[in-house]
C-alpha cells in the first residue's frame, strides 16, 4: 500500500477511511483492494461469511491496513438469518433478541474470519450499524472480552462527526444512526479500555451519483476533525453483481479513486491513517477513546 498519504505526526487532521463490505462479492472486493492500493482507503470491514471473503482475505490481510469485522445480522448469509433492520432494532430495545442467537453469529462470523485471515480482526464493526444496539452490544463486548482479552479490538463509534456544509437529510440520517447506541456503546468501550475513533463521517442515502458524492466527500474532508472514521462502500464497476446499490458503489468507487483527492486531501490538511497511528500520537479531540495501555 502507498504510504504517501498517510501521517502519524504534525498537525494536520488524521482520519481513517474505511471501506465497507468486504467479501460481499468480487466486484466490491476488486474496488476495496484498488483503493487500498493508491492510499485511499487505511480500514476494511469484512463480511466474513460473504460469498467472496475467504477468496480474497490474504489479498486484503497482506495490504496493510486494518481488517476488521463487519458483524452482519440483516444479510441473509452463514451466521446471520437476515433479520429486516428494521424489524432487529424494536427487537432489540423491546429485549426480545434471544442472546444465545447473538452469541452464535458473533462466534460464528469471528470463526471464519480468523480462518481466513490467520488472526483476530484488528477492529470490530456492524453491517448498518448493528454492533452498538441493545442486547447486540453486551454480547458483543462479552465475546471480545473472552475472546482476545483486555481492550482489543478497537471498535467503529458512530457518533456523528462534525457537519457543517452537509446536506439536512445526511445530517437526519446521520443523528438517527448515531442515537441508535453510540453513546452507551462509547461509555461501555471507556469503561471497558477498548478503544475507538473520534466521530463518524460518510454518512448518507447511498444515491445520488458521482457529481453528488464528490461534493458530499469534500464537505466530509472539511469537517473531519483529528481521529474522524469516513465510512464508504465502494466498489469497481460490474455487470456481474447487480444489486440496488451496485451503481451508487461505482459511483463512490470513481470519485474516491480520482487524483484530484490527493489535492483535496492536502488543501484540507488531512491525512489518511490506520488506528494504530492515532493511538500512539494520540487524537487531538477529547472525543477520542483510547485503549489502556
Known amino acids: 500500500m502507498r504510504d504517501d498519504l498517510w501521517a502519524e505526526t504534525g498537525d494536520r487532521r488524521r482520519i481513517i477511511v474505511c471501506a465497507d463490505d468486504f467479501g460481499m462479492n468480487s466486484a466490491v472486493d476488486e474496488g476495496i483492494l484498488g483503493l487500498v492500493d493508491m492510499g485511499r482507503v487505511s ?142 456503546l462509547r461509555r461501555q468501550a471507556r469503561e471497558g479500555g477498548w478503544g475507538q475513533n473520534n466521530g463518524l463521517l460518510g454518512v448518507y442515502g447511498l444515491s445520488g451519483g458521482a457529481a453528488a458524492y464528490s461534493q458530499r466527500l469534500y464537505a466530509w474532508l472539511r469537517a473531519a476533525r483529528d481521529g474522524d472514521l469516513l465510512m464508504c462502500h465502494p466498489a469497481a464497476p460490474s455487470a456481474s453483481y447487480p444489486d440496488g446499490l451496485s451503481a451508487q458503489r461505482a459511483a463512490e468507487y470513481e470519485v474516491l479513486s480520482r487524483p484530484a483527492l490527493s489535492t483535496w486531501l492536502e488543501v484540507n490538511r488531512v491525512y489518511v491513517s490506520r488506528f494504530g497511528a492515532l493511538r500512539r500520537h494520540g487524537a487531538r479531540e477529547s472525543g477520542m477513546v483510547h485503549a489502556a495501555s
Open 43 to 184: 480500514a476494511v470491514s469484512c463480511l466474513s461469511t460473504g460469498p467472496a471473503f475467504a477468496a480474497h482475505a490474504t489479498a486484503a490481510r497482506d495490504a496493510g491496513v486494518d481488517l476488521g469485522l463487519h458483524l452482519n445480522l440483516t444479510e441473509p448469509m452463514e451466521g446471520s438469518p437476515g433479520l429486516s433492520l428494521p424489524g432487529l432494532i424494536a427487537s432489540a430495545y423491546a429485549g426480545l433478541l434471544d442472546a444465545s442467537w447473538i452469541d452464535a453469529a458473533i462466534r460464528c462470523q469471528l470463526d471464519a474470519f480468523e480462518l481466513a485471515v490467520r488472526r483476530a480482526p484488528d477492529y470490530v464493526d456492524g453491517h448498518q450499524h448493528v454492533h452498538q444496539l441493545p442486547v447486540v452490544r453486551r454480547r458483543l463486548l462479552a465475546a471480545l472480552r473472552e475472546r482476545y482479552g483486555h481492550g482489543q479490538p478497537w471498535l467503529r463509534c458512530t457518533v456523528p462527526g462534525a457537519q457543517q456544509g452537509q446536506r439536512p437529510a445526511d445530517v437526519f440520517k446521520a443523528r438517527v444512526i448515531g442515537a441508535l447506541g453510540a453513546r452507551a
